[in-house]
Every structure is written in structure tokens, then in C-alpha cells.
């Protein structure tokens, strides 16, 4: 059973150009959250959906930044217009049940965005 | 909203037991859990609590004081692939996200 899958890995941009992160959850799992990590820093929230549906995008600024999961396909994270301080690692988990509930996300290896 | 502290960093020996800190003030709360971190690498999770009281795993153990709000990482053993980031993350019903804390640095020496 794959783990959660995220790509590409590494992704360079330059200023006003965008970046869109994929992510594919692991098998029969409905829930997906995405967080946004700096350097030496803990994982910060942006956002948690379900198939088709956004149910907390409180952690996401509300310019340039959007995310979608789709019926079919994975979730995308997009960012648009990037600025310098868009660089950072960003992870996406997966869990069956809601993550808050039972505790337990999946997370995948992150991709890591640099913005020249 | 939620707020978690921990402690940024914490050295301890190989073979020696070490504890982690947590504590939390959120509303709406289910549970806390704790997650490994090592560089570049991506969060893994290790346990869980809902419940007050000790909850072991192998050299691992995580304890909760719901009353207390707080909560603790325990680390039997010390080995050097231990040396990792550690991350409390509590639970909350309402939106059923984790809000992780900003995590402590454990590392590992001979």
C-alpha cells in the first residue's frame, strides 16, 4: 500500500511565476490536509479537505493561495504569483477518519519550494 | 484558537531516558499526539492520547492531563537515530484538525 505522495519534491520559481504541489492520498483515505513548514519550524495548518470539498481553509492566506481535491485525481496546492517568502517545505497528510478525532495523519515526503 | 508549548531543545545520552514536555490551551479538545521528525524528512506519527494517563509503545510512552493541559513525550533507551525533531499536535473537534506545536530538538550524544 503506497504511502501519501507528493511531487515534485523540489521546485524552483522565480518571483511572480506559480507553483502547483500535488498530492495523492494514501489508498482509502478521504481526508487531506496540507501544512507549510520553515526552516526550524513547526508544522503551520493551511487547509483540510475532502473529495470535492473544503471544509477549513483557515490557515491559508486568502491572496494567491488556492487548493482543490478533485473527485478524480489528486489535491493540488497552488501558488500563484510567488514571493520569496513563499519558500518553505510544504506537506501533505492523509488520514481515513478525521485527523483531529483519532490523532493520526500520514504525511508524505513534502515538496520543497524555493522562490529565487 | 490553540497554543502549544514545548521545549526548543533538549540533549540527553545514548541509553539514558529522556522526557518532553507539552502543554496546550485549545477549546473543543480530543486528543494529543505525538509526531517524529527527522531533517528532511517527513512527519511520522508515534502515539496518541484521548484519555488521562500512560500510554506505552516499544521505548516510547506519551502521557495526558486533561485537566492539567499537559502532556509528555517519554524516550527510553536513548539510541542516536533518535536525534529527530519531536511535536506535540492536539486535536480539535470542530474542524477535526492537529495543530502541531513548534517542536524540541532532541539530540542524542555519546
Known amino acids: 500500500n503506497a504511502g501519501v505522495m507528493q511531487n515534485p519534491r523540489h521546485l524552483v520559481r522565480r518571483r511572480g511565476q506559480e507553483a502547483r504541489l500535488r498530492c495523492s492520498p494514501m489508498?482509502?483515505?478521504?481526508?487531506v490536509y496540507w501544512y507549510r513548514q520553515l526552516p526550524e519550524e513547526g508544522l503551520k495548518f493551511m487547509v483540510y479537505?475532502?473529495?470535492?470539498?473544503?471544509?477549513?481553509e483557515s490557515g491559508m492566506p486568502k491572496e494567491r493561495f488556492s487548493a482543490e481535491f478533485p473527485k478524480e485525481g489528486p489535491s493540488i496546492l497552488r501558488i500563484q504569483q510567488v514571493v520569496r517568502g513563499d519558500s518553505a517545505a510544504y506537506f501533505c497528510?492523509?488520514?481515513?477518519?478525521?485527523?483531529?478525532?483519532?490523532?493520526?495523519?500520514?504525511f508524505g515526503e513534502g515538496s520543497r519550494l524555493t522562490v529565487l | 484558537g490553540q497554543s502549544l508549548e514545548q521545549p526548543s531543545e533538549v540533549t540527553a545520552v545514548e541509553g539514558a531516558i529522556v522526557q518532553i514536555n507539552c502543554t496546550y490551551q485549545?477549546?473543543?479538545?480530543?486528543?494529543l499526539s505525538w509526531y517524529q521528525q527527522h531533517d528532511g524528512g517527513a512527519p511520522t506519527f508515534l502515539s496518541y492520547?484521548?484519555?488521562?494517563g500512560l500510554e506505552e509503545t516499544g521505548r516510547f510512552s506519551s502521557f495526558l492531563s486533561r485537566s492539567d493541559s499537559y502532556g509528555y513525550l517519554l524516550l527510553q533507551e536513548l539510541q542516536m537515530k533518535d536525534s529527530a525533531s519531536y511535536f506535540c499536535?492536539?486535536?480539535?473537534?470542530?474542524?477535526?484538525?492537529?495543530?502541531f506545536g513548534t517542536g524540541t530538538r532532541l539530540q542524542v550524544t555519546l
Open positions: 497528510a492523509s488520514s481515513q477518519e478525521a485527523g483531529g478525532e483519532t490523532g493520526e495523519l500520514f
Open positions: 499536535a492536539v486535536g480539535t473537534g470542530t474542524a477535526s484538525k492537529l495543530t
Open positions: 489508498k482509502g483515505h478521504s481526508h
Open positions: 492520547n484521548a484519555l488521562d
Open positions: 485549545t477549546s473543543g479538545f480530543y486528543g
Open positions: 479537505l475532502q473529495k470535492e470539498n473544503i471544509i477549513d
